[in-house]
């Protein structure tokens, strides 16, 4: 889901810290953004699916449904909703996980209010309010084609369904293609931040991007390469 024009953005905090959770509602508030929280997995669950949300900050330490459930359930129920998870661990492992569930962002706690907030601010960004398309957000590479207004993309005429940080891993090929990406620089330009050097996040988003882009088009060229050493290029065969 994208920002609604001209309305404030509608954030939904999720932690059952009252207190924490309040404070962030009130950061959002001043902020110009309409935001309400609630303390249980549960309840995040029941509002993602009744209701829009521009960005959800998800605490992974809950009373009832933990964090990563939560996330894979409205996953699962295809809420796109972009996800800011918060947590007291700091292991490179729950940060994967949450990642690779499909979150969008990690903040481990303590943390410091305006991050929280500018995090916040990037993924309203970068999911921002789709308008008519034009010919000039249509990128292509080859037969493939991703619209940066409508979210939009195919492949020789076929509709690819890609999850939101997958749409941003692709959007950086496409708008660099024939050069080789490495993994810090897909970290540092669409995660924002690495995660001590470890580049198995990057790893795992192309190879679920050729599942989707490369694997169910046999009879065409592969589009996603790998320089050993170097990164990764999209490209069309000439």
């Not at 905090?13 to 309400?36: S, T, Y």
């Not at 995090?119 to 999911?127: C, F, K, P, T, Y």
């Not at 690495?194 to 046999?218: M, Q």
Request: with cysteine.
């Amino acid at each position: 889901m994208t920002p609604t024009e001209n309305l404030p953005a509608r954030i939904l905090i999720v932690d059952d810290e009252a207190n924490l959770a309040e404070l962030l509602v009130m950061a959002c508030r001043v902020r110009g953004w309409d935001a309400q929280g609630v303390g249980t997995g549960r309840e995040a669950v029941a509002l993602a699916r009744s209701e829009h949300f521009d960005a959800i900050v998800l605490d992974v330490m809950l009373p009832d449904l933990d964090g990563f459930a939560v996330i894979e359930k409205i996953r699962g129920e295809g809420i796109d909703t972009p996800v800011v998870f918060l947590s007291a661990r700091d292991e490179v492992d729950d940060r994967l996980t949450g990642l690779r569930l499909g979150g969008d962002d990690y903040v481990t706690k303590p943390f410091n209010l305006d991050e929280v907030i500018a995090r916040i601010e990037a993924r309203l960004r970068r999911s921002g309010p789709a308008g008519p398309t034009d010919d000039e957000d249509v990128l292509r590479v080859g037969d493939l084609e991703l619209d940066e207004r409508s979210h939009e993309v195919t492949r020789a005429g076929k509709q690819i369904e890609l999850t939101a940080r997958e749409f941003e891993v692709l959007l950086l090929f496409m708008r660099n293609p024939r050069a080789v990406l490495s993994k810090a620089q897909i970290l540092d330009r669409v995660w924002d931040y690495d995660f001590g050097g470890n580049g198995n996040i990057v790893e795992l988003y192309v190879s679920y991007l050729r599942k989707k882009i490369d694997v169910p088009f046999p009879d065409l060229p592969n589009l996603f390469h790998t320089k050993r050493g170097a990164g990764y290029i999209l490209r069309a065969e000439q």
